[in-house]
Every structure is written in structure tokens, then in C-alpha cells.
């Protein structure tokens, strides 16, 4: 309809018009008139296009060959530029999306790679737009999507992992005998400081055994003794002679 004098402009695009070759301007959404035979319009889509880049083999810092694929999303902001500067702006912005992301990731480790993709999506982002900036395009955002390992680096890393695991649960473990050891020599101080400390844990000892009362307990006969010198020392103190239960014994032959 644009060589009858008549075209429609949708509200996501803009109207490039050319009048005999030479630009004219730009139409808003909406009924436009144009002179018939002498103007042409390009309609240019403002909404934002995603487009995918497609795996490339790329060989890291630490000369590892890996896959990596990404994701960019741009859109136009200048009508004209993007059909004046240029001939066919995806294209363009496709081939230098995989040979920005081809050339950011060769200049990085392996595992900063790895650790620091958002580092590299906005290193890749800046550089685009850079470049196509004077095509009247905005880059939003790049992201690399898949990143894939050769089979023998991804063995490697998994031993590696359980390496890392397998240290941290030693250094657990070594940890707790340590701090067991501390409470056990500090406990080991105050009965050496009191010995009646020793027998009366003998004896809580025997109380919580003693809750199940289907069970026969037997202790040497030194263990008497024990409780003979608790009851004596308690008795000393002045417990009126009130002696704390202790469950019934049987002295071995």
C-alpha cells in the first residue's frame, strides 16, 4: 500500500521514509500518506530480539578447549542508522556476537571461566556496544548459556571435588578430637583437684544404668569401697545422715 500513498505503522515499529532514494523521515504508528510512486517506506520493529549464538570451540588461557554457547538480547533505538549504516543488522550482530565471545573467553583460565560468567556476560555486552552503537542498536544483555567440558577435564574436576570434600570432613573430624581433648583434660584437672568428683560420676553412672530394672549390675568389690568413702565424705559434711539412694549391687565372687 505504501506506492498508493498509504501505509500502516504498528505501535512497535517506525516508518523509514524514502522519497525518490533520499531519506525523509521518520513516520510514527498510525495511518501514514506518502506521495504515490515517489516514497517508500521500510518499517523498522523496535521490540527486543533474541538471538542465539551458536557452540563454538574456543581454547582458554590454560589452553583447554571448550564449547560455548550464548544468548544475546538487543533492540533498535535509531530507526534511520540501523537501515542507513547498515545493510542487514542481525547478521552483522551475530557474526560479531561469536567472534566477541570467542575472543573474551580465549583470554581467560579455565576456572574463571567457570566462576566469573557474569564478569565475562558484561565484559562481552560493553564490547558490543561499542560496535554497534553507530548501527543505532542497544545490546541489553549477553549471556552464556552452556559451556561444555571435554570428558577427561570433567573427571579431573570431580576427583578434585571429592578431594576437597573428603579434606574438609578430616579437618571436621580433627577439629572435634581436639576440642574433646581440651574438655577431657580439663575434667581430668578438677578430679585430680577432687577425687570425690570420680566416685560421684560413678555413682550417676550407676543411677542411669539402674533405670531399667529388668538389668543385674555387677562391679568389683573395689566399687564398695567407692561408695563407702562417698558415704563417709557426705557424712563429714554434715548430711544429717541422709545418704543418696544407690541402687542395689552385687559383688562378684
Known sequence: MSNLGMAIVRQYERGVVF???????????????????????????????????????????????????????????????????????EAAISQIAQTTVRN?????????????????????????DVTTERWGVLVELVEL?????????????????????????????????????GKLAEAADVIARHPIALQLRNLQVLGEIAIERNSTIVFPAQFLDSVRAVSGFLEREGVNGHVAEVPSVRVAP
Open 104 to 128: 573474551v573467553v580465549g583470554r581467560s583460565p579455565l576456572d574463571h571461566v567457570l566462576a566469573e560468567t557474569e564478569t565475562l556476560n558484561e565484559t562481552i555486552k560493553k564490547i558490543l
Open 19 to 89: 522519497r525518490l532514494g533520499r531519506l525523509r523521515g521518520v513516520r510514527e504508528p498510525g495511518w501514514r500518506f506518502m506521495i504515490p510512486l515517489a516514497d517508500r517506506m521500510r518499517k523498522v520493529s523496535l521490540r527486543t530480539v533474541t538471538m542465539p549464538i551458536q557452540s563454538q570451540q574456543v581454547i582458554t588461557k590454560d589452553n583447554v578447549s571448550i564449547g560455548v554457547a550464548a544468548v544475546a538480547y538487543f533492540r533498535r533505538v535509531d530507526p534511520v542508522r540501523s537501515i542507513v549504516e547498515i545493510e542487514n543488522v
Open 145 to 181: 548459556k552452556d559451556i561444555e567440558l571435554p570428558q577427561s577435564m570433567q573427571r579431573a574436576m570431580a576427583r578434585e571435588a571429592e578431594a576437597e570434600r573428603e579434606k574438609r570432613g578430616k579437618i571436621i573430624a580433627a577439629e572435634g578430637e581436639a576440642l574433646s581433648a
